[in-house]
């Protein structure tokens, strides 16, 4: 049975999704509670959503009790068009992934753990920013516990591979693992069909590097072969640049939105700094980023772009596309 959830259930859920602290998402789960609408098909949903305030409750009470003595967590707010995280074995590249893309200067090593703590960059694509985190790597025995909590709240993910290692599908099914176990899932595709909503499902591309070592194809064969039904892959060189073009547009790609440019009447387009919304958004909802009053105030907008005339009028519900110029009337 369809539980029908409304928009303000999802963007609440969309919120508890970024909320790092128990307090926050204890805050998030009221808020989606009372939104859930009461019926038959929602039943099982009411009871997770219960469940999971209890536990939090519990988890509060006791960190009140018991406070942490070395809990280290990061907070790193959503910049630009979407966040993604660099995740994988150590060793891999993902450290000089990141300095390829960014400015940042994480320290690139020969030897593994030498990420410590997480690092952030902003990748320019064509006229957009794209926020990328480097991660401590994860093995089997280890993985820092703020890990899987940065992972939750990004946009989407990158699983690196090293196919200088002939033991790389192995290293990555184990980080795959070790996140799936703190219900943090990486996948391709989120599933069409949620049954366990204590389950995060991250949208993940696979990053196949150092395809200038030898013996590297040999062993892309293989992992296009595991992994391929799975996630895109990308096959790059982040030390010698093969692949990064692709991959920076991919990068883009994966993320779902359109770029959309505002006018003022009588003036030429700000063509510099696009508003980023998800494909398929409308007119109202991207004007809203604009200016919050235009959610309730928005009337109708002049745009240019693909699918209208140049200057055509359009209403509120009207769905935007990549790259539309949209003239905004209170
Ligand atoms: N040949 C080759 N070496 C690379 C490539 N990318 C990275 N490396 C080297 O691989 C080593 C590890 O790179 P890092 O970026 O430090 O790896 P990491 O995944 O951040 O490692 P941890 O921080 O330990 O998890 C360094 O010596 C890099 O210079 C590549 O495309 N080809
Ligand atoms: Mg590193």
Same mark, same amino acid.
């Given at each position: 049975?369809?539980?029908?959830?409304?928009?303000?259930?999802?963007?609440?859920?969309?919120?508890?999704?970024?909320?790092?602290?128990?307090?926050?998402?204890?805050?998030?789960?009221?808020?989606?509670?009372? +939104?859930?609408?009461?019926?038959?098909?929602?039943?099982?949903?009411?009871?997770?959503?219960?469940?999971?305030?209890?536990?939090?409750?519990?988890?509060?009470?006791?960190?009140?009790?018991?406070?942490?003595?070395?809990?280290?967590?990061?907070?790193?707010?959503?910049?630009?068009?979407?966040?993604?995280?660099?995740?994988?074995?150590?060793?891999?590249?993902?450290?000089?992934?990141?300095?390829?893309?960014?400015?940042?200067?994480?320290?690139?090593?020969?030897?593994?753990?030498?990420?410590?703590?997480?690092?952030?960059?902003?990748?320019?694509?064509?006229?957009?920013?794209?926020?990328?985190?480097?991660?401590?790597?994860?093995?089997?025995?280890?993985?820092?516990?703020?890990?899987?909590?940065?992972?939750?709240?990004?946009?989407?993910?990158? +699983?690196?591979?090293?196919?200088?290692?002939?033991?790389?599908?192995?290293?990555?099914?184990?980080?795959?693992?070790?996140?799936?176990?703190?219900?943090?899932?990486?996948?391709?595709?989120?599933?069409?069909?949620?049954?366990?909503?204590?389950?995060?499902?991250?949208?993940?591309?696979?990053?196949?590097?150092?395809?200038?070592?030898?013996?590297?194809?040999?062993?892309?064969?293989?992992?296009?072969?595991?992994?391929?039904?799975?996630?895109?892959?990308?096959?790059?060189?982040?030390?010698?640049?093969?692949?990064?073009?692709?991959?920076?547009?991919?990068?883009?790609?994966?993320?779902?939105?359109?770029?959309?440019?505002?006018?003022?009447?009588?003036?030429?387009?700000?063509?510099?700094?696009?508003?980023?919304?998800?494909?398929?958004?409308?007119?109202?909802?991207?004007?809203?980023?604009?200016?919050?009053?235009?959610?309730?105030?928005?009337?109708?907008?002049?745009?240019?772009?693909?699918?209208?005339?140049?200057?055509?009028?359009?209403?509120?519900?009207?769905?935007?596309?990549?790259?539309?110029?949209?003239?905004?009337?209170?």
């Amino acid at each position: 049975m369809a539980t029908n959830l409304t928009p303000q259930y999802m963007e609440a859920e969309e919120e508890y999704k970024k909320a790092q602290t128990p307090d926050e998402k204890l805050a998030c789960l009221k808020k989606m509670f009372q +939104l859930v609408p009461k019926h038959k098909a929602s039943e099982k949903l009411q009871a997770d959503l219960k469940t999971k305030m209890a536990d939090l409750r519990d988890e509060i009470e006791h960190e009140k009790k018991h406070p942490k003595k070395v809990g280290i967590s990061y907070k790193f707010p959503k910049q630009g068009a979407g966040q993604y995280v660099i995740v994988g074995a150590p060793n891999v590249g993902k450290s000089r992934l990141l300095t390829r893309f960014t400015r940042a200067t994480p320290e690139v090593a020969a030897y593994p753990f030498t990420t410590r703590e997480p690092h952030v960059g902003m990748m320019d694509w064509q006229d957009v920013k794209i926020q990328l985190i480097d991660l401590p790597p994860i093995t089997a025995d280890f993985m820092e516990a703020y890990v899987s909590t940065i992972i939750r709240a990004a946009d989407a993910a990158i +699983l690196m591979l090293d196919l200088g290692d002939d033991d790389a599908p192995f290293t990555a099914e184990t980080v795959l693992e070790r996140l799936a176990a703190v219900k943090t899932m990486l996948v391709g595709e989120k599933p069409a069909q949620i049954d366990d909503y204590s389950i995060e499902y991250i949208r993940t591309m696979l990053v196949a590097n150092k395809i200038d070592l030898p013996g590297a194809q040999d062993r892309l064969d293989i992992i296009r072969e595991m992994f391929g039904p799975k996630f895109p892959i990308h096959v790059i060189s982040a030390e010698h640049g093969a692949g990064m073009g692709e991959m920076s547009e991919a990068i883009y790609k994966f993320l779902n939105v359109i770029r959309v440019y505002t006018k003022q009447p009588g003036k030429p387009a700000d063509m510099t700094s696009p508003f980023t919304c998800p494909i398929g958004s409308t007119l109202v909802e991207m004007a809203g980023l604009v200016h919050r009053d235009f959610t309730e105030q928005l009337k109708n907008a002049r745009i240019w772009g693909s699918g209208v005339h140049d200057g055509q009028s359009v209403g509120r519900e009207h769905v935007l596309h990549d790259k539309d110029v949209v003239e905004l009337h209170g």
